[in-house]
Each structure stands twice: as structure tokens, then as C-alpha cells.
């Protein structure tokens, strides 16, 4: 029932900021009990927890990542965005948005962004 679709460019320069918005449908980013993740899985690498924004608007960060990281929303869109700033070519990934309770579910169908001059 409930569909996410991450959205935003496929290049980022070194030292600009990602910025990817995740759209839900089918379910309020609000009223779930659900943290709402971005994950992200560079090439060749496992998957890695960047964070989440829960239904509340708490937000968690993976410590390796908090520095630069930063998880908002749009309540009124049904939107969560994740903004990463000061990226080099070691983020280069494919981004995902899904939701979480207990494990992960309804991902979405994942974006390859590449940080490239």
C-alpha cells in the first residue's frame, strides 16, 4: 500500500550538497509509526544507514554521517528530503527511501547519484 519514489539530480559536483526528496503515497508520513530512512549503497559496497525522520519529526543520524547529514519534511506534500553536504566522489551511490518499524519495507525503486566534476 504504502509507495515511496526518490526524486533529484543524478550529478553533484565535490563540495556541493546532495539533495534528494522522497515522496510517499498511500500512507502519512505523520500518522505512521514508522521512522522514515534514507539508505544508500555505493558501488560494490553493502547497504548503508544514513538516517531517518520519524512520524513525530524526531530525527536520527548515523554517527558516521551526522557532520554533513540533515533529514527534513514536508508534511503538507508528504515529503521527506535528505540534504549531504560537502560530498566527494565517496558518495557516489544509489539512494533509497523507505520506511522502517522493526525492519524495512516498501522501498522505493532507489536513484544512482554520482558525485563527479
Known amino acids: 500500500q504504502v509507495q515511496l519514489q526518490e526524486s533529484g539530480p543524478d550529478l553533484v559536483k565535490p563540495s556541493q550538497t546532495l539533495s534528494l526528496t522522497c515522496t510517499v503515497s498511500g500512507g502519512s508520513i505523520t500518522t505512521s509509526y514508522y521512522y522514515w530512512s534514507w539508505i544508500r549503497q555505493p558501488p560494490g559496497k553493502g547497504l548503508e544507514w544514513m538516517g531517518a525522520?520519524?512520524?513525530?519529526?524526531?530525527?536520527y543520524y548515523s554517527p558516521s554521517l551526522k557532520s554533513h547529514t540533515s533529514i527534513s519534511r514536508d508534511t503538507s506534500k508528504n515529503q521527506f528530503s535528505l540534504q549531504l553536504s560537502s560530498v566527494t566522489p565517496e558518495d557516489t551511490a544509489v539512494y533509497y527511501c523507505?520506511?522502517?518499524?522493526?525492519?524495512?519495507?516498501?522501498w522505493g525503486q532507489g536513484t544512482q547519484v554520482t558525485v563527479s566534476s
Open positions: 525522520i520519524a512520524y513525530d519529526g524526531s530525527t
Open positions: 523507505a520506511p522502517f518499524a522493526g525492519h524495512f519495507g516498501s
